[in-house]
């Protein structure tokens, strides 16, 4: 098994690049290499990438997810075994470093010429750049999604705090 690492820091709180990552069907907004990512579930993503004319499709399962953290997937697609995470530290109130570590197993001919050439770790640099644009030029995520996946299991969310009730007379 092959791993390739980038990272690249942006210049939006980490809680903002985060939430924005999380956001996987805006990915083909800045991705050249994604054309579509359906979110089945919240542990589950069915994504169609491609190359040129090289289309692949396959499903994903989230196994970790910690808000403001970390994101950690295996692929569910036998022929193209990969996985990977994807984790973010802040550097600065308003500056986040991510770092993305891909795991593949290069099969046939596109796999050993992908790892002889260095062309997925280019990939992955160039979309760390588009993914870099995107988010520095909206400023701010376009959804959220908070939750936390352990061993590829969505645990329940915490329970917001009771609120206090103001009792309402009728007037007159």
Do not use: C
Request: zero cysteines; charged letters at 25%; glycine letters at 8%.
């Amino acid at each position: 098994m092959q791993t390739v690492e980038e990272t690249i820091e942006v210049a939006v709180p980490v809680s903002t690049a985060y939430n924005q990552w999380t956001q996987f069907k805006s990915f083909p907004r800045f991705a050249s290499v994604v054309k579509r990512v359906e979110q089945i579930r919240p542990n589950l993503t069915h994504w169609v990438i491609g190359f040129g004319p090289v289309r692949h499709e396959f499903n994903a399962e989230i196994v970790e997810q910690e808000p403001d953290s970390l994101v950690a997937w295996r692929s569910l697609d036998r022929r193209s075994r990969h996985g990977g995470e994807v984790s973010f530290r802040a550097t600065a109130p308003d500056r986040t470093a991510i770092v993305v570590r891909l795991r593949f197993e290069p099969h046939g001919v596109g796999g050993r010429l992908a790892r002889s050439t260095g062309f997925t770790r280019r990939v992955i640099r160039t979309e760390l750049g588009h993914f870099k644009e995107y988010i520095e030029g909206l400023g701010q995520e376009s959804g959220t999604w908070r939750g936390v996946i352990r061993n590829g299991h969505v645990l329940p969310s915490e329970p917001e705090p009771p609120r206090s009730r103001v009792a309402h007379w009728p007037v007159g």
